[in-house]
């Protein structure tokens, strides 16, 4: 039997892979230093019998735009977006040092420092750890100062700093929990070094990086080549049937 139906197949599910891929993007258009994933396909050689013409289609994602998303003013003390390239380390729920753009930070009920998703913001020792204070500032290069409680307003004190990174682009990958971390073949030994040039800007954030209109072009566009995949596997199928009906009157 002709593989098109099979091939027809393939091609219908790695569409409903790359649609996945870009339905992902635009579920996250609004949501803080979100980074899109790339989404294509390329062409497999089909191994057996076959006509020379025949070509199994696989889609991947070969990589995550890292370009920077525009800044959102919110005029709050605690966000702060990285100005050019670089990351904020942050400290995931299994340990590892991971970086992200977006940085919405809060802090708990202990004095810790957390970003939007409740993990740890790293500074130059550690997790930031804050003492009681009534006021609190993040300057121009990630430094943390505060007012003690009951002190003068114009008495600050610096507590910490954020520990702001810088690795290569193509050492770096997106995980499934959305955070950017050292591909495992780049990973380093120790602890990802401070990057002291870095600087953030204060009372802003980064929008996502994602082109809504982009997106829904790329779906509408996929939604027609997963029609045309259906059609070549109904060709098949109907072939299929004239030639066994052919078989039978022989």
Do not use: C
């Amino acid at each position: 039997m002709d593989k098109s139906l099979y091939i027809g197949m393939s091609g219908a599910k790695q569409n409903m892979l790359s649609q996945r891929a870009h339905a992902n993007n635009l579920a996250n258009v609004n949501t803080t230093g979100f980074k899109r994933d790339f989404a294509q396909a390329r062409s497999m050689p089909v191994f057996g019998e076959h006509y020379p013409t025949r070509a199994y289609a696989m889609t991947e994602r070969p990589g995550t735009d890292l370009a920077a998303g525009a800044l959102m003013d919110t005029g709050r003390k605690l966000d702060v977006a990285v100005e050019g390239d670089g990351w904020l380390s942050i400290q995931n729920a299994q340990g590892q040092e991971v970086f992200s753009r977006s940085g919405s930070l809060q802090i708990d009920v202990n004095g810790l420092l957390r970003n939007a998703n409740g993990d740890l913001v790293l500074g130059n020792g550690g997790p930031v750890a804050l003492p009681p204070f009534d006021n609190v500032e993040v300057g121009a290069d990630g430094t943390i100062s505060i007012v003690p409680v009951g002190g003068p307003p114009d008495q600050l004190v610096v507590v910490d700093r954020l520990k702001l990174v810088n690795p290569p682009r193509d050492a770096l990958e997106k995980g499934e929990d959305g955070y950017i971390r050292r591909k495992a073949d780049q990973a380093l030994g120790g602890a990802e070094p401070v990057d002291g040039n870095l600087r953030v800007a204060t009372g802003f954030l980064e929008s996502s990086n994602v082109n809504a209109v982009e997106e829904m072009i790329a779906n509408l566009e996929l939604s027609r080549q997963f029609e045309m995949q259906i059609k070549i596997m109904r060709t098949a199928n109907d072939n299929s049937e004239a030639a066994a009906r052919l078989l039978q009157n022989l």
